[in-house]
């Protein structure tokens, strides 16, 4: 609107948010922060002026905000630079060789957890880091590095933001136990499921 620099308050409202149209990868940030058109690559930060993300996109069905907004987080903004300046156009997340799926209700309660969370091993390859660390199908995610697993999406996002090279330390739920395995995070092998997130 031609009125210079804005700047404009508001809260997270959501982390992990994916399946909003933007990008297939997910991962955004959701707040209420006014963003309107024009506003994208601004910067997203928290109440000590440090950068939490960059301003993407929003829900709108004038064109104006309506309190939903979403931005890159931070992190992965970092990835992508680092990917870059490399000379790339993708960046890799690390490959552990399992694949998620959700924890329905119904899991939920066959486990005897209280509530749905986490992720759920659908498949282990048993050569692959995971495998190998201990990790078997019907097992949950419940954390990673010491931080709350609440989703596939969470996971997803968590791992993307790892680097190749170095391990990680998940929490899992197996056969009503609770245990601790360090898995190391690899590059995809070829022939693996594609592992990139493009720029």
Excluded: C, W
């Amino acid at each position: 609107f031609g009125v210079g620099q804005t700047t404009t308050s508001g809260i997270v409202s959501a982390l992990a948010r994916s399946h909003i149209g933007v990008s297939d990868s997910g991962y955004f940030i959701q707040t209420d922060a006014a963003i309107n058109p024009g506003n994208s690559g601004g910067a997203l930060i928290n109440m000590g002026g440090q950068l939490v993300g960059i301003n993407t996109a929003i829900y709108s069905r004038s064109g104006g905000s309506i309190g939903i907004g979403f931005a890159i987080p931070s992190n992965m903004v970092r990835a992508f630079a680092d990917a870059a300046k490399a000379g790339l156009d993708f960046f890799e997340r690390p490959y552990i060789g399992a694949e998620f799926e959700l924890v329905t209700p119904q899991i939920a309660e066959s486990l005897g957890m209280e509530k749905p969370t986490g992720a759920l091993v659908s498949s282990v390859e048993g050569s692959g880091p995971a495998g190998k660390a201990g990790l078997k199908p019907g097992d949950v995610i419940l954390s990673l590095n010491n931080t709350p697993v609440e989703s596939i999406e969470a996971l997803d996002y968590r791992m993307a933001t790892l680097s190749i090279g170095t391990k990680a330390t998940f929490v899992v739920l197996s056969k009503g136990q609770q245990a601790t395995l360090e898995i190391p995070l690899e590059r995809a092998p070829e022939g693996a499921k594609p592992s990139e997130v493009t720029l």
